[in-house]
C-alpha cells in the first residue's frame, strides 16, 4: 500500500480499516491507527504520505459531529422554565451550527453568583440563550450562565412575543409596554453566537 501511495498515488480515498503501510517504513499520524505493526486508516479520507518525516496520515472527507463537551459554549432556545429550572434545547457550539439538537438543563444555582429567587426572572420560553457547558449527567448537558457573557442574548414579551429591549437593568417591550426580568448577557441584542 505505501509503495503505491510514493508511486504517485498520494491522496487517493480510503475506507476505515484498510491498509496504509508498516511500522516499520513510516510513523503512523492523524486518523490512522497501528495493530500488530500495521498501519489503518481509522477514517473515510485521503491517504497522505509525507516522505521527508517518514509519516502516513488520513485526511477525514466527513467531519465528525460537533457534539457539547465540558467548557463548551452553546446556544441554545429555552424550551421550558421552572421555579428552580430551565431547559434549553442546544443548536449551537463555539458558532457552529447543528444539524439536530441537544437537551441542556440550566439550574437556578448555576445561573449567577448571587442570589435568585426564581428562574422566571432569569429566563422565559423562546428566549435566545448562551451557556457554558458545565457537567454531562444522564445524556443532559448542565449549563451555567454565571460569566458576564453568557445569559439571554434575545428575549421575547412573555405577554406579546415582541423582541425586548434592554433599558437600565430592565427588559421593556416597546409594542406592549410591559416590563420584564432577564439575566442578560453582556452583547444583548447585538447579532451573537456562541
Do not use: W
Not at 172 to 177: A, M, Q, T, V
Request: with cysteine; glycine share 8%; aromatic share 6%.
Amino acid at each position: 500500500m505505501i509503495s503505491e501511495l510514493s508511486d504517485g498515488k498520494n491522496g487517493r480515498l480510503v475506507l476505515p480499516g484498510e491498509r496504509l503501510g508498516v511500522i516499520e517504513e513510516f510513523t503512523a499520524d492523524a486518523g490512522t491507527y497501528v495493530k500488530d505493526g500495521v498501519i489503518y486508516s481509522i477514517v473515510v479520507g485521503r491517504a497522505l504520505l509525507d516522505l521527508s518525516n517518514k509519516r502516513v496520515s488520513v485526511h477525514p472527507l466527513i467531519r465528525r459531529a460537533k457534539v457539547p463537551k465540558i467548557a463548551s459554549v452553546v446556544l441554545g432556545q429555552v424550551s421550558r422554565v421552572q421555579k428552580q429550572n430551565a431547559f434549553v434545547r442546544i443548536h449551537e457550539i463555539s458558532g457552529n451550527q447543528l444539524s439536530g439538537f441537544f437537551s441542556g438543563l440550566l439550574h437556578i444555582s448555576d445561573v449567577q453568583l448571587r442570589y435568585v429567587d426564581s428562574m422566571f426572572d432569569v429566563c422565559k420560553p423562546g428566549d435566545i440563550v448562551r451557556a457554558k457547558v458545565i457537567s454531562e449527567k444522564n445524556r443532559t448537558y448542565h449549563l451555567s450562565t454565571k460569566d458576564r457573557n453568557l445569559g439571554v442574548v434575545y428575549a421575547f414579551c412573555s405577554q406579546c412575543g415582541y423582541m425586548l429591549e434592554l433599558k437600565r437593568q430592565r427588559m421593556h417591550c416597546l409594542r406592549c409596554g410591559k416590563i420584564e426580568k432577564r439575566k442578560t448577557a453582556l452583547d444583548y441584542g447585538k447579532g451573537v453566537t456562541a
